[in-house]
């Protein structure tokens, strides 16, 4: 059976041309308002970009064009995110140097955290970094935030991913989250609840944004969710960053009062000069390290159980050293692990009594929970 064709472009966009730009008068696609549009199967999207002083005023306009886009044949779901971005960068801006391995701040400004601020009624925000890509820091977000929920807390779990989201599929659930009041609301799963721009661009399609595009995603991410409310708040929301030191690491730190960073490495030489670079970074912009997740430490021995430590042995633990910081868990190389996580099943929530779930519940208790 052949799956439905996706919606067809060129209607896509004449419906979205139907559809003013206030400021100009013409069309949103004439106006140039339409920016990363997606389209999949049974679904469209884009992102509309304003300038924060703006945002009141295009609220009905977002509202407008999703109505437009569900009128398209083959759409049953639109979702059109309205991000609203400064036109200039603040007063003491953070610099980045060409070839730097650290943030040069501006030595007049505040640090870079001094506006940021936590959800409302959201206790304690803990960022889940790595300085590179390929060492398990989604699969240690999300088992860590399962953790979390298993020593009874009320967990938020923010895939701020933006250019390979994976909660969605780690946590088996594929929904559209729902707009309401001008907020959006969080998706439940395992006990958590759950945004990521993977609810809202299809799995495998690439996202083509330049960085101020992303770093915009990201600041919605933070203001126009509802995570919690006073009387039922959020003990913690845990935050899976993106690899790497650039803008949308910057605006989380900018944005976002992070109480802790959890830094993830495999153990190898090449992970840690990484780390390092992750560490001065936050470091520049006054953010806390918690600690130091080890992944991939070892594989267990079929025969014996004995470590094998493919990566080698000690990196990770001689880093968070350096750093003042605790290690706070070893992570082996499980295939339960990666079943699980491919299967949309956290190992932590699915199997608590196996010793990779006791490893992530250590480092939940280690971190004050």
Same mark, same amino acid.
């Given at each position: 059976?052949? +799956?439905? +064709? ?15 730009? *206030? ?58 995110? /309205? ?10 801006? =953070? ?22 601020? $936590? ?9 889940? +970094? ?8 989604? =699969? ?44 959006? =609301? ?13 609810? &809202? ?24 969710? $509802? ?17 790497? =030191?650039?803008?949308?690491? /910057? ?21 840690? &000069? ?28 079929? +025969? ?21 910081? *605790? ?18 099943? *956290? ?7 196996? *010793?990779?779930?006791?490893?992530? /519940? ?8």
């Amino acid at each position: 059976m052949n +799956a439905p +064709a996706p919606p067809d472009r060129d209607q896509v966009l004449a419906a979205l041309d139907t559809v003013i730009d *206030p400021k100009s008068g013409r069309g949103l696609v004439a106006a140039g308002l339409v920016q990363g549009l997606m389209i999949g199967e049974g679904r469209a999207g884009f992102i509309l970009e304003v300038a924060s002083e703006d945002a009141r005023l295009y609220a009905p306009v977002r509202d407008a064009a999703e109505a437009a886009l569900k009128r398209v044949p083959g759409v049953a779901k639109a979702q059109v995110v /309205l991000t609203a971005a400064s036109r200039a960068p603040a007063p003491g801006a =953070t610099r980045v140097r060409r070839g730097a391995a650290q943030v040069a701040p501006d030595p007049q400004a505040r640090p870079v955290a001094a506006e940021a601020e $936590r959800p409302a009624h959201v206790k304690r925000v803990i960022a889940v +970094a790595s300085g590179k890509g390929g060492v398990g820091k989604s =699969t240690v977000a999300v088992n860590l935030a399962c953790a979390l929920g298993a020593l009874g807390l009320r967990v938020g779990l923010l895939d701020a991913d933006v250019y390979g989201p994976s909660a969605p599929r780690m946590l088996g659930v594929d929904e559209d989250p729902k707009f309401e009041d001008g907020k959006l =609301t969080p998706i439940s799963a395992w006990g958590l609840k759950v945004m990521s721009m993977g609810f &809202i661009v299809d799995e495998g399609r690439a996202m083509i944004w330049r960085g101020p595009m992303a770093s915009s995603a990201v600041r919605q991410m933070i203001a126009d969710v $509802r995570w919690a409310s006073e009387a039922e708040p959020l003990d913690v929301l845990v935050v899976d960053m993106p690899p790497g =030191t650039g803008d949308i690491q /910057l605006t989380l730190v900018q944005k976002l009062k992070i109480d802790g960073v959890v830094i993830v490495s495999t153990p190898q030489e090449i992970a840690l &000069i990484d780390v390092r670079r992750a560490a001065a970074m936050f470091a520049q912009t006054q953010t806390p390290i918690a600690g130091v997740i080890e992944n991939m430490a070892y594989f267990p021995d079929p +025969a014996s159980g004995a470590p094998i430590p493919i990566f080698g042995r000690g990196g990770a633990k001689a880093e968070a050293d350096r750093l003042g910081v *605790p290690l706070l868990a070893e992570i082996p190389i499980d295939i339960a692990l990666r079943q699980a996580s491919d299967e949309g099943a *956290p190992l932590t929530a699915a199997q608590p009594e196996g *010793p990779v779930a006791k490893a992530f /519940l250590a480092a939940a208790r280690a971190l004050g929970a």
